[in-house]
């Protein structure tokens, strides 16, 4: 059986986003579980367009999440000098023309419409079959000789069997006048060279899949086997964009998601185990990942969904290690120096409070640095009282919710009322840990003196 070698091959024309993920996921999984290669490379012949700071975000995200290539990356603009020579070859072999029309002739074409409605260029220079290779330097394409009315099938390993005639096709462009390939072209060298076995991808490459095939049968070489994921949709059964929530991973991550709960949540969008398991790591997922069980039909993409995984996950982390990506978090995002010390007395009074990193640096941060505003200014009469209460009082949480609570009823106050009070004193927030605990970890001088900075306004 051959190797099984798959490839992720992004553009560095933005950063990594959500469906690019669950692609590079799918494609790294089922080269685990088979025992195969997974192999990054990145597309950048659109020089306009492609940027060194993308190129870098998108290692850094997959780097990140853990997907680490077996080979790569390679880059396409590196290999301009390969997709000349195979075309070249194609039209020594008569598989391939120089194509003279300028962009005049084709908008000319262009106004003459097929019955669809869409465009076909109408092959004015096949009648250049052959022509020796010095009159290159005039030509503004290279156009490959795509077959009249052939049928062009391939069995998908989620969509089944799929066929398309030629006659949709018109003879397509695979090299530029500017010595670049075009997309579908340089897919076909590539993972051909690259010796890749499947190729797992978006099902809007679909048609790109039917040019492929032309362009591998052009050049007697194997198809590889093809799969196309289904595309990720916003709740709404729209396409996925960013008033759905944030589309780049990097953002995810600035957001205080873990690593761990995006990938678990991505490869539930559109595949299932088929035993009802929802909380898995990613070992898990390697041995179980089938592409038979993928869906055909679009995923929608929940952002409440991924904060409940996430949430579960902080809530599983042992309290050592979710300390540790609590200070590394603020430490990356915020430059901010947590004292790990205070930082474990601080956890264990957290719950199930924070769904994210970033949720929980806001619940914890008054504990680093004195609130200078304040959700609210509740005025408090027995302040003074409550004050020199806490001069005396034991300070643990149990006897400072023992004094409170004492205190509340000689006042005729309620409870809750005096504990939000102290809260905001202490935090400046509405919500917030434990009251009570808070106090204790903060300590008795430093309680004091801002609930008298709060009342000093």
């Known amino acids: ?7 992720f091959a992004p553009s560095p024309t933005g950063h990594l986003h959500i469906g690019g993920v669950r692609t590079a996921l799918f494609n790294y999984i089922f080269a685990m579980k088979h025992g195969g290669d997974f192999v990054l490379r990145v597309e950048d012949t659109d020089l306009n367009r492609s940027k060194n700071e993308y190129t870098r975000s998108i290692l850094a995200s997959l780097d990140w999440l853990g997907l680490t290539p077996y080979e790569g990356p390679y880059f396409q603009s590196e290999r301009l000098d390969l997709y000349k020579k195979y075309a070249e070859e194609m039209v020594r ?3 391939a023309y120089y194509c003279y029309c300028t962009k005049e002739d084709i908008e000319k074409q262009k106004a003459v419409k097929t019955s669809s409605g869409g465009f076909k260029y109408d092959g004015k220079c096949r009648e250049n079959l052959g022509k020796d290779a010095e009159l290159a330097r005039e030509a503004q394409a290279i156009r490959v000789v795509c077959p009249e009315s052939e049928d062009v099938s391939y069995n998908d390993a989620i969509r089944g069997m799929v066929t398309v005639n030629t ?3 018109d003879d397509f462009i695979i090299m530029k006048s500017d010595g670049t390939p075009t997309y579908s072209y340089a897919c076909v060298i590539d993972d051909y060279l690259l010796n890749i076995s499947h190729v797992i991808r978006g099902e809007d490459h679909v048609t790109n899949t039917f040019k492929q095939i032309i362009l591998y049968n052009a ?15 916003g709740p709404d059964g729209t396409r996925l964009s960013k008033r759905h929530g944030a589309t780049a991973l990097i953002e995810y991550k600035r957001m205080g998601y873990l690593k ?3 990938i678990n949540y991505l490869s539930l969008l559109g595949w299932n185990p088929g035993d009802n398991t929802e909380i898995f790591d990613i070992a898990y997922l390697i041995e179980h990942f089938d592409l038979s069980k993928v869906s055909k039909n679009a995923a929608r993409f929940d952002m409440e969904k991924l904060i409940w995984f996430n949430g579960e996950y902080l809530f599983r982390v042992e309290e050592n290690e979710k ?4 200070s590394e978090f603020c430490s990356e995002f915020y430059g901010e120096t947590l004292d790990r010390a205070l930082l474990e007395k601080i956890i264990p009074i957290l719950g199930t409070r924070g769904k994210t990193l970033e949720e929980i640096r806001s619940y914890i941060l008054f504990f680093f640095r004195v609130p200078d505003t304040y959700d609210e200014a509740v005025p408090f009469e027995k302040a003074a009282e409550l004050m020199m209460l806490l001069e005396s009082a034991q300070f643990k949480s149990t006897g400072l919710e023992a004094a409170a609570r004492d205190f509340a009823l000689k006042n005729g106050i309620k409870l809750k009322v005096l504990a939000q009070f102290i809260r905001l004193a202490i935090s400046g927030k509405k919500v917030s840990p434990g009251v009570f605990e808070s106090m204790e970890i903060l300590g008795r001088e430093e309680t004091l003196k801002r609930i008298g900075k709060y009342m000093n306004g």
């Open 323 to 326: 300390a540790g990506l609590i």
């Open 93 to 95: 072999n008569g598989k």
């Open 167 to 169: 006659r949709e096709f």
């Open 219 to 233: 050049l007697g070489w194997e198809v590889p086997e093809f799969a196309h994921i289904p595309l990720i949709n």
């Open 260 to 262: 761990e709960a995006i």
């Open 1 to 7: 059986m051959k190797r099984v070698r798959v490839r």
